[in-house]
Each structure stands twice: as C-alpha cells, then as structure tokens.
C-alpha cells in the first residue's frame, strides 16, 4: 500500500523536496529521502509505509513515557518500519533502521479505521505512534488520528522532534500529547551519534507548546556524553523556559545496537539530574529505567504530597480531587479527563 505525500514540493528535473522532517531532502527521481520510507516515482513523493504496521500493542501510557496523560490507562500503539534518525543507541533498531540497512519494508497492510477499531476493542484512551519516528508514517498517523478523535481517543506522539513547523502545523487539530526527546543540548552529539541537529528539536518543543499540545521530554542519559552538570542544567533551563509545567523523564542508558560502551548511568546520577532540574524551576521530574525509585511517582510540586504512586509501569494509588491536590487544591498540569 502507498499513497502520495503530504508537505513536498516539486523541483527541477522530476526531483522533489521534502517538507516533513527537518533535513528536508531533495530526492531525485527513483531515489528514498534519508528516511528511506519515501520514494519519489516520476516526480510525485509517495509513503512506502502507508498501512503497513509492523508493531501494534497494548501498552500502559506510562512506557510511552507520559505520565501526565490519563495515568493508568491503555495506550494503543503502533508503528511502521524506519526513521529520519540513525542513534547508535537505539533500542528499536531492527526495524527502525530495517529499510536503511537491509532496503526491506516490512508490515501487514491494515487501514487507518481498523486501527482505531481495534484501539476501541483493546479498551485504549489513546492511540500512541511510537517505537520509531511516527514522523516518517506521518500520512498514516494524520489518517488515523482523525479517525480516532471522531471516535473520542486521543493521538500521542513518541517522537524525537525533528520534524518542521508545517508538519506540526498539518498534525496539531488531531494529536493532544507528544513525548519529545531532548538527547543532548550539543548540536556535536546530535551530529555524531543521532544523524541529526539540536536547533530544530528546540524549535518543534516550542512550537509544539505554541501549538497548545501536551508535552513530555525525555532525555537519555548516557554516561561522558551528556551527564555532566553544565549540560543537564542547560536542558533542564530550556525545558523551564517553556514551561515549569512540562514533565521531564531523565532515563538510565543500557547499551544498546552499535553502542555497546560505556556501562549503563549509575542511579546516583538520575538523582543528580533530578536536582539540578528542581534547581532550574521544573515542577515535575521523574526516572526512567529505575522501577521502584520514588523518582517515578507524581508529587504536589506545591506541598510535597505524592499525588500518583508509580513502580515501573503499574500505579499504585491516585490521590487527586479531579485535577487539584487534594491537601493545597494546586492544579496538576496534564490531560487528565475528556
């Protein structure tokens, strides 16, 4: 299944541009953008990857990780093979860097209407596009969210933000929430270890807050490559600027694809991060990949009462009167009812 592109303007010669991430390919005739999931056929960019989920699940919201979004619900989630970015890192290889590395596409056809059908049977407030860069099976997910809004489920993103302001422009009226990553605060680490650039992460974190959606930044820390002090204060300070409000996931690093050094962060430095977020002004911080930490759990950022207990993907108990603490009535920031 394929279906011409959204967001592309034709150049001289048959050759395309390409308006959707922020490397915005020139694609000549019978070639792929980076993302090797568009193709340009005689001078028209289609999707190779329209249809085609090669991953569906039933997950808890809070693996997206988005713990300011119906806490405790189902998320159904979806995704297709590829992605604008090559982190040596990644942790969803396979099929992220299939079309790149083996020049397959793999996934059963199934249509946008039978996903949200299914999101519907599984019990799912959300359908979540995720595991690689929904970005890059953008069509699909624009399809399928329209969809999924008529039918009262909400559309999240686990993105790693490259994509343009026009694409964010397009998907705003039908996604509610993104998980953003925020990698680094070095346009070298991007550069040399993700394929891609800081600037325009920054910008899609703003315009997404401009946007009035919901976000949540992540940020992957890996031992001498993003932890020190200088680094964490400086993504903890940009998080704030756009809000105190905006929830920031900081996650243990394990070795992962062509990343196979250093040893995975030590717990002590999620807590270090945690620390210099709150010195930043951040009203809501939590670790990734430490089940069992009192780091995952939700607190009054007002009064210090825990609000919702976590360990690892399961709640424990949810103390709010609707959206407010129930001790100091301060409003919790997030989607917690329709």
Not at 61 to 72: M, R
Not at 107 to 126: F, M, N, W
Request: with cysteine; charged share 25%.
């Amino acid at each position: 299944m394929t279906k011409e592109a959204m967001l592309y303007d034709v150049r001289a010669g048959d050759s395309v541009q390409c308006n959707l991430c922020a490397h915005r390919c020139t694609i000549a005739p019978s070639k792929q953008g980076l993302c090797a999931v568009r193709e340009n056929r005689e001078g028209r960019l289609y999707s190779l990857v329209y249809g085609r989920p090669v991953a569906q699940s039933v997950d808890p919201i809070e693996k997206k990780p988005l713990f300011h979004v119906y806490p405790g619900s189902r998320s159904y989630s979806i995704a297709t093979v590829g992605c604008n970015f090559q982190c040596t890192f990644c942790q969803n290889h396979d099929i992220s860097q299939m079309p790149r590395e083996t020049g397959r596409i793999t996934g059963r056809s199934v249509a946008p209407g039978d996903i949200v059908e299914e999101a519907l049977k599984a019990g799912s407030r959300t359908i979540a596009y995720t595991y690689t860069e929904p970005t890059v099976f953008f069509e699909y997910a624009c399809d399928i969210g329209r969809i999924a809004h008529e039918r009262g489920i909400k559309n999240v993103f686990v993105s790693n933000g490259f994509m343009t302001g026009e694409a964010l422009e397009a998907i705003a009226p039908v996604l509610d929430a993104v998980n953003c990553d925020l990698k680094a605060f070095s346009d070298d680490f991007y550069r040399r270890y993700c394929g891609g650039r800081l600037q325009p992460v920054l910008d899609s974190l703003k315009k997404m807050k401009e946007l009035g959606i919901w976000v949540e930044v992540t940020t992957l820390i890996i031992p001498s490559l993003n932890d020190s002090d200088d680094e964490l204060r400086a993504i903890a300070r940009f998080i704030c600027s756009i809000g105190a409000e905006t929830p920031w996931h900081i996650s243990r690093y394990f070795p992962r694809y062509r990343m196979r050094e250093p040893a995975p962060t030590p717990v002590e430095t999620i807590h270090r991060a945690a620390l210099i977020g709150k010195e930043e002004g951040l009203r809501y911080i939590y670790g990734g990949n430490v089940p069992g930490d009192a780091s995952e759990s939700t607190l009054c950022h007002h009064c210090g009462h825990l609000l919702i207990e976590r360990c690892g993907y399961q709640i424990g108990t949810i103390d709010l009167e609707g959206t407010r603490c129930p001790r100091c009535h301060t409003e919790v920031a997030g989607i917690f009812s329709d």
